[in-house]
């Protein structure tokens, strides 16, 4: 059985920083891509950062380009976003997924490309 677990949501002011973790069991992400995608309140969700298996170079989506960095350790299993610099846009639930996605820039974000996600983790940026 596959399972993702974001954790690290919460409440933050703006300029502050959250780091989103994803432990991954039942499922190697070493030959994986892993990215992370944001709903926001009465938006559609959306790919915000996104990584192919053999790849170094990650995607971000303009609006966080900057201001947050996608990272795997794949001796734990287990990916994270390091989110600086929040703005209050950024609020939204996070969630974290795999798959055997391949592609480079944003068509390595295409989320009905992923096959297995997280249960998702709020995060709401206000003052």
């Known amino acids: 059985q596959v399972q993702l677990v974001e954790s690290g949501g919460g409440l933050v002011q703006p300029g502050g920083s959250l780091r989103l973790s994803c432990p991954a069991s039942?499922?190697?992400?070493?030959?994986?891509?892993i990215g992370w995608f944001r709903q926001a309140p009465g938006k559609e969700r959306e790919g915000i950062s996104c990584?192919?298996?053999?790849?170094?170079?990650?995607y971000y989506a303009p609006s966080v380009k900057g201001r947050f960095t996608i990272s795997r350790d794949n001796a734990k299993n287990t990916f994270t976003l390091q989110m600086d610099s929040l703005k209050p846009e950024d609020t939204g639930v996070y969630y974290c997924?795999?798959?055997?996605?391949?592609?480079?820039?944003?068509?390595?974000?295409?989320?009905?490309?992923?096959?297995?996600w997280g249960q998702g983790t709020q995060v709401t940026v206000s003052s």
């Open positions: 997924a795999t798959g055997r996605v391949v592609g480079s820039g944003p068509l390595i974000c295409r989320e009905h490309e992923y096959d297995y």
């Open positions: 039942g499922f190697p992400l070493d030959y994986s891509a």
């Open positions: 990584i192919a298996a053999s790849s170094t170079v990650a």
